[in-house]
């Protein structure tokens, strides 16, 4: 048996889940979200806990035991408590600033990049070099994140571009190792 998918999800105080056949929606304080489950997994709620089992155990059905109990958790986070990702800026002239809800971020290029904020995602800069990106759906917000570190990725010379916050960039010696 999946040794995460027979976990139990705790639900916590203020978050609703209810469970529609293959649907399961879960309300919270900071949001609504809502995913199909596979025909190999179920899930049913015995009292304040979510429970997700496969019907067999066939390869298939074992492979998504533990996806779907993740899934599910992860809506449960989300809709409580929320999640974001950290981001840094290095380099001379990169910065970033809000603009309305959406983030203009100076790269080194002729113009400024305009990144509109998702529905469900939202953008602070507590400083020119640093991007919080936040929001209830876990996958939107790394998805995101990514694109927005895409722009520049971090090169290995001088180090410049967009990273996670505490990402290790190694390091390459220029030319001058040469000799």
Do not use: C
Not at 27 to 33: D, F, I, N
Not at 120 to 129: A, N
């Amino acid at each position: 048996m999946s040794r995460i998918g027979k976990q139990p999800i705790a639900v916590p105080a203020g978050v609703e889940v209810t469970i529609d056949g293959a649907l399961v929606k879960v309300t919270g304080p900071k949001g609504a979200l809502s995913q199909s489950l596979s025909d190999f997994v179920t899930a049913k709620l015995e009292g304040d806990q979510v429970l997700i089992e496969r019907i067999d155990d066939s390869r298939e059905a074992r492979s998504f035991h533990g996806l779907y109990r993740t899934l599910v958790a992860n809506m449960i986070i989300g809709v409580s408590e929320g999640f974001s990702k950290n981001l840094e800026i290095v380099g001379v002239g990169y910065r970033a600033a809000m603009k309305g809800s959406d983030l203009e971020m100076q790269l080194g290029f002729s113009h400024p990049v305009l990144i509109r904020a998702d529905e469900g995602i939202s953008f602070e800069v507590p400083q020119p070099t640093q991007i919080k990106v936040s929001g209830i759906d876990k996958q939107k917000v790394g998805q995101v994140a990514a694109d927005i570190r895409k722009w520049r990725k971090p090169e290995p010379y001088k180090g410049k571009g967009i990273r996670y916050e505490g990402e290790y960039v190694r390091r390459k010696l220029g030319k001058a190792a040469g000799s």
